[in-house]
């Protein structure tokens, strides 16, 4: 496994405009993840894809918020609208169906968006 | 619904002493639990979890927990620390039967002191 990647690793956007980043799960892992953690706490559940379905939205989605995963593989969130307090490391883990109890989330490096 | 509390939000030990890292948590139904460690600029890696079984888990760099359902609680062992145990340190909750939403804590800072 070469493990999730994600990009880009920093942003720097001004408030109003629009970013995208991208997410490369682990190959034949079929769920996807995206979390928010800003500074000083814990990563915070965004939203969950099996394969290309998107299953659960947290409230911190708000409508500025998009999350694809067209082809079940690498997944993409857009912010529209960018505001400041969208700043913070948006985080990507990916895992395979299986035994709940057997699941693991693997997290990649993830992306720091500063929004001026 | 599921929550952490991480008791310190900064922990310093020597090195070659005991570390001690606090989770508390609050489930309403029997939750699996896990410690995951973060580095500087890197994602989170996953130390350890208990899902079902043993309450006594041990994980990777010699890391173990316990889970104790009487205390509601989890928290982080290591024998001996290193220096290159210094890093964030999150305790995690989700519903059983459901590992997909994690429910992360505040984050522990852990400092080795030479």
Redesign the interface.
Known sequence: DTG?SQNPRHKITKRGQNVTFRCDPISEHN?L?W?RQTL??????LT?FQNEAQL?KSRLLSDRFSAERPKGSFSTLEIQRTEQGDSAMY?C?S?RRGD???????????TRLLVL | AQSVTQLGSHVSVSEGALVLLRCNYSSSVPPYLFWYVQYPNQGLQLLLKYTTGATLVKGINGFEAEFKKSETSFHLTKPSAHMSDAAEYFCAVSRSGSARQLTFGSGTQLTVLP
């Open positions: 999730v769920r993840y979390y000083g706490q814990g990563p915070e559940f969950y659960e985080l883990a895992s709940d109890s057997q699941e693991t989330q693997y997290f990649g490096p993830g």
